[in-house]
C-alpha cells in the first residue's frame, strides 16, 4: 500500500488540478460583485440520508483557497447524517469560500455517496470476519478521495495502483504463458529489481487454484466469479495457506452469502463505480 505521504501527496495533487480546472484565472462571478475585503459565513447543509465524507478534505481545500477561513465542525467524517443537518460553518473572505465551494461539494457529494455504500457493505458482513474491499474501478483523477471515502465508510483498501501490489489477473496469466511462468517470472523480476511487493493471483476455477498453491510466497487468491458451492471448496482447498479473496460482480445482495463461504476478503467495484452523489449545499447564513 502506498505511505501516508504519499497519499497526502495525491490529494494535494487533485486539489491544486481542481481549482485550476475550475478557476483558471479568476472567479470572474465574485470579483464582479463582491468587494475584496467583504466577510461572510456559510453552512454546509446535508439534504439527504447516509454517512458524511469529506470533511477533513473540505479543510485542506478552505486552507488551500485561503489559510485565514476558519471552519467549526459540528459532525466528523463518518457519522450518519440527516436532512437538515448542518455538518460545518465556514467565514472569512466571501471570494475565498465561493471559489471553494464547487470543489468542496463536488468531491463531498460524491465522498459521502461512497461512504454510505460502504457502510452498507459493511453493515451485511456484520458478524463474519470477512471484510471489505475497493478496486480500481475509480474516477480517473480522484482515486484518492474515492478510496479515503471507503475507509471513512468502514471498508479496507485494496491496492491504490498498479505500482503498490502485484496481482496476476486472467490476462497476466495468458500473456505469461500460464499461472506457474507468470508467478515465476514475477518472483524473478521482483528479486532483480529489489522490490518487496505482495503477489495476488487469480483463479478461474478450482484447478488453477491448485497450481497457485504450488508456488510459495503468494499473498492472496483471488476467487474470481466462482458460486456460492465453488467458493466454499476453493476455501477448503486453499486452507488459509494465503489469504482469500472472492470477487466479480458481487452486490449487496450477494456479499453475506460469499462471506458465509469463508473467505477473508469481498472486493467490489460497486463502492465507487455506480453511486449516487449524496445532496448537499453550501449556504450563506
Request: aromatic share 6%; with cysteine; glycine share 6%.
Amino acid at each position: 500500500m502506498i505511505s501516508k505521504a504519499q497519499f497526502q501527496k495525491e490529494i494535494e495533487l487533485i486539489i491544486s488540478n481542481a481549482i485550476r480546472e475550475d478557476v483558471g484565472e479568476g472567479d470572474h462571478s465574485s470579483l464582479a460583485c463582491i468587494p475584496k475585503e467583504a466577510k461572510g459565513k456559510a453552512k454546509l447543509l446535508v439534504k439527504d440520508n447516509g454517512i458524511i465524507a469529506g470533511v477533513e478534505f473540505a479543510k485542506q481545500v478552505f486552507s488551500y483557497i485561503d489559510p485565514d477561513l476558519k471552519v467549526e465542525t459540528l459532525i466528523e467524517d463518518g457519522q450518519k447524517v440527516q436532512k437538515k443537518d448542518i455538518v460545518f460553518y465556514v467565514e472569512g473572505s466571501s471570494q475565498s469560500i465561493l471559489k471553494a465551494e464547487r470543489l468542496v461539494l463536488n468531491a463531498m457529494q460524491r465522498m459521502s455517496a461512497i461512504a454510505t455504500k460502504t457502510n452498507e457493505f459493511v453493515m451485511k458482513l456484520e458478524g463474519t470476519n470477512t471484510q471489505i474491499l475497493d478496486t480500481r474501478k475509480t474516477t480517473p483523477g480522484i482515486r484518492a478521495l474515492e478510496k479515503w471515502a471507503v475507509k471513512i465508510g468502514g471498508g479496507e483498501n485494496h491496492r491504490f495502483a498498479l505500482y503498490d501490489m502485484i496481482m496476476l489477473k486472467d490476462n497476466h496469466i495468458d500473456f505469461a504463458g500460464g499461472i506457474t511462468p507468470a508467478i515465476n517470472k514475477t518472483k524473478t523480476y521482483l528479486k532483480k529489481n529489489d522490490l518487496d511487493l505482495k503477489i495476488i493471483v487469480e483463479a478461474r476455477d478450482l484447478e488453477e487454484i491448485q497450481e497457485i498453491l504450488k508456488s510459495d510466497g503468494i499473498y492472496r487468491i483471488l476467487i474470481d466469479n466462482f458460486n456460492y458451492e465453488e467458493t466454499k471448496k476453493a476455501v477448503q482447498l486453499i486452507n488459509k495457506k494465503c489469504l482469500t479473496e472472492s470477487s466479480g460482480g458481487i452486490t449487496l445482495d450477494t456479499v453475506r452469502k460469499y462471506a458465509e463461504c469463508g473467505v477473508d476478503y469481498v472486493s467490489s467495484g460497486a463502492l465507487t463505480h455506480s453511486v449516487y452523489n449524496m445532496d448537499l449545499s453550501l449556504k450563506a447564513v
